[in-house]
């Protein structure tokens, strides 16, 4: 089992809608979780991170956290063509351990 | 203030070959990590450097190497290239990444393997 799982995508999502976005990981201790976007042939850059349990919002990014469960997501709300990139989850698990992200694509 | 920088951009090896990519973090940022970008695995941590020491290594065999200077600036070395390094290694610095902080991504360095 990978140590941070996210579907590959791509998803498509029509401008205006909500994107979601959701990663898995293994380690149960895990504290910090990020998310990261990465536009086509450009390096990731920090977009949210979350430490507690819950929803975290900013702006149109809202972050959610479950440990029971371990899974943390990212909801885009009124998706713009400009969101679409990859969007890579990011755990520390002894190291900052990424996903394989998950490209979004959003329609005009 | 001045990103993260990685030379060279751009190399062709052929395989048996050595590489050595070089990476100057931001000033300030005392960790630098390194990852291999391919589009099949994504990002996969390749090692971290903290205050010149190595802190955590990934899963990649003996033939990658780094090491990190006084001035946090860092080189990873590839020896006995293989077709499948072909890559792009992508360097990160930050204040500490273990302790949540922001990682800054240079441009990259794109490997190809010939």
């Known amino acids: 089992q990978k140590e941070v799982e996210q579907n590959s995508g791509p998803l498509s999502v029509p401008e205006g809608a909500i994107a979601s976005l959701n990663c898995t990981y293994s380690?149960?201790?895990?504290?910090?979780f990020f998310w990261y976007r990465q536009y086509s042939g450009k390096s990731p850059e920090l977009i949210m991170f979350?430490?507690?349990?819950g929803d975290k919002e900013d702006g149109r990014f809202t972050a959610q956290l479950n440990k029971a469960s371990q899974y943390v997501s990212l909801l885009i709300r009124d998706s713009q063509p400009s969101d679409s990139a990859t969007y890579l989850c990011?755990?520390?698990?002894?190291?900052?351990?990424f996903g394989q992200g998950t490209t979004l694509q959003v329609k005009p | 203030k001045a990103g993260v920088t990685q030379t060279p951009r751009y190399l062709i090896k052929t395989r048996g070959q050595q590489v050595t990519l070089s990476c100057s973090p931001i000033?300030?940022?005392?960790?630098v990590s390194w990852y291999q970008q391919t589009p099949g695995q994504g990002l996969q941590f390749l090692f971290e450097?903290?205050?010149?020491?190595?802190?955590n290594k990934g899963n990649f065999p003996g033939r990658f190497s780094g090491r990190q200077f006084s001035n946090s600036r860092s080189e990873m070395n590839v020896s006995t290239l293989e077709l499948g390094d072909s890559a792009l290694y992508l360097c990160?610095?930050?204040?500490?990444?273990?302790?949540?902080?922001?990682?800054?991504f240079g441009e990259g360095s794109r490997l190809t393997v010939l």
């Open positions: 990160a610095s930050s204040f500490d990444p273990l302790a949540g902080g922001e990682l800054f």
């Open positions: 380690d149960r201790g895990s504290q910090s």
């Open positions: 979350i430490y507690s349990n």
């Open positions: 990011a755990v520390i698990e002894g190291k900052l351990i």
């Open positions: 000033s300030g940022h005392r960790s």
């Open positions: 450097y903290f205050s010149e020491t190595q802190r």
